[in-house]
Nanobody
Framework: HVQLVESGGGSVQAGGSLRLSCSAS?????????MAWFRQAPGKEREGLGT???????SSVDSVKDQFTISKANGQDTLYLQMNNLKPEDSARYYC????????????????????WGQGTQVTVS
């Protein structure tokens, strides 16, 4: 059973940076996964930011691709979201998510595909 725990959130001034981490446990080294970062601001829908697969391939949405970078440590147990030049509108609760990636599958940023979710970490930009 895969469990995800985010950390690294906090309060930062506009223009600052934060690096969020997502620690995964219960993963199988012989299994490929599609991992992703989402965020949700009060009163808004959960928004996908980008994905990273077991081979390190990444994809980010256009709105953050020049500002946020997704990466992972060797293996697949720790996922990162580096956020630069933060703005007040980036304030939200940030979640990592994951799902098993079957052979031939595509690591797509579709919320309904992800079965593993962390509890989120709050980011506040003022």
């Amino acid at each position: 059973h895969v469990q995800l725990v985010e950390s690294g959130g906090g309060s930062v001034q506009a223009g600052g940076s934060l690096r969020l981490s997502c620690s995964a446990s219960g993963t199988n080294t012989k299994t490929k996964y599609c991992m992703a970062w989402f965020r949700q601001a009060p009163g808004k829908e959960r928004e996908g930011l980008g994905t990273i697969d077991s081979d390190g391939g990444t994809s980010s949405v256009d709105s953050v691709k020049d500002q946020f970078t997704i990466s992972k440590a060797n293996g697949q147990d720790t996922l990162y979201l580096q956020m630069n030049n933060l703005k007040p509108e980036d304030s939200a609760r940030y979640y990592c998510a994951g799902r098993q990636l079957w052979p031939g599958g595509v690591c797509r940023l579709r919320r309904a595909d992800f079965g593993y979710w962390g509890q989120g970490t709050q980011v506040t930009v003022s």
